[in-house]
């Protein structure tokens, strides 16, 4: 009910028309009030015009009929003029203010007093008295009283007429006013439906003009904003599916030179341990043999060999490293998870000053080898990250496996990154190695870097053996 109230008070086409009406029934008010007040003033001083003059005439015409004593005649003469339709009474009396004659419908007797305006009247006869000279002398006096009905009734009918042309006036506003009103509000309605299709994002829609008028242009107006707006939506559309069609094609291609290069690195592997392996292998061989075969007290020659024996030990040693660093041969020969432990021992090893702690688990067998790569990828190289650039003192790695995801979390304790002074001169690309990598298999990679708490990195992965 409350709402109901408010919702027509919020109504356009409510507002218009109650404030057209208020506007008109207070205009009209105010006019009806000042027209009876003009006529009440008008008649009541036509009124004691009219009285003044005719006592004063009456009253000179009597004076000479009272010096002749003839009152039959006086008495004839204001009979006629009692017939006048405003008169009510005439009385003239004496000079002892004895009533001589009395006309009309008051008692001589009781005699009124006398007033001063028509409008101060309250007894609906105005009452007026002259006195009665001839050549200086007093007759008597003369008293008249004129009824107020006709003025009033005049006055009656006059404010029936304003207050009947007011109403009349109020209701043609009022038909008017709803009439414009609701073709107003109806078009109005239109535009604000036609608006919510386009926040719905309909853009088809379209609002009819009707007319050249105001509304009519605001139509029009409305109607080229949503073609343009649909214009640049469809413009958007398209630059958006075109952006979307590119970036899968650049994961794609990520993709692909991800495996590309494990292939090579393979490859490479493979080609040092199979060529180069056999040729220090065959160097050795023959250092052996020539050390073997050197006459005995030849020292030279034994130790040109045992110089030889120690250079190609050294890169059998080098090459052994690089075919690691290639092809982590680990990998598919123990698996994830020993791969894993065997490079963090390494690397603490390497980094006696750094603790590092991980915690591996679920079942880390048989993830597939894209995912087994990524994994042993990204931690070579947080690992790397870290001794170049964190100043950390612990390190943690955890990895779990769940029904459906592989989690990775890699945390140390050093000083974090400056994302505020990011180096323009140099940009790595081991971070956005990683997020490739990741993205590749449709995980997600978040890092977080803060100087008190050092930088960490998320990973999460589908557990999806196709992979
Ligand atoms: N653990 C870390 N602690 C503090 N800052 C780090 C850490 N890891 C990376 N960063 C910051 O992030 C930047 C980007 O790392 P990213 O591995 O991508 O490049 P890089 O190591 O500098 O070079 P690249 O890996 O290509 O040899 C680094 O330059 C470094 O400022
Ligand atoms: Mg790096």
Known sequence: MLSAIKNLFHSLRFRLIASVVTIEVIMLSLLVWNNISIIHTTHTDRLRDTAISMIQQIATTSGNYMVAVDYATLKEYLSNIISYKELSYIVVVDRDENAVIALGTVTPEARPKIDTHPALVNDNVFDIAQ????????????????????????????????????????????????????????RLGLLSKAAGEVETGNYSVTVPTETDDEVGKTAAAFNRMVAEVSKRTQQLLYEEKRTQQLLTENRLLIKKSLEVQEEERKHLARELHDELGQCITAIQADAESIRDLSPECDHRVITSADAILNVSAHIYDVVHSMMHLLRPSILDNLGLEEALKDEIDVWKKRNPKISCIYDFDGDLSNLGERINITIYRIIQECLTNIVKH?????????LKRDRENLHLSICDDGIGMDSAAPSQAHIGLGIIGMRERIQALNGIFMHETSTDNGFQIFIKIPNDKEQ
Request: glycine share 10%; hydrophobic share 50%; charged share 15%.
């Open 131 to 186: 006195n009665i000279q001839v050549a200086g002398q007093p007759m008597g006096r003369m008293l008249m009283g004129f009824s107020l009905s006709l003025m009033d009734d005049a006055i009656h009918k006059s404010r029936n007429r304003g207050i009947t042309i007011a109403l009349i006036e109020i209701i043609l506003t009022i038909l008017v006013t709803i009439i414009i009103g609701l073709g107003l509000t109806r």
């Open 390 to 398: 964190a100043s950390a003192s612990h390190v943690s790695i955890e």
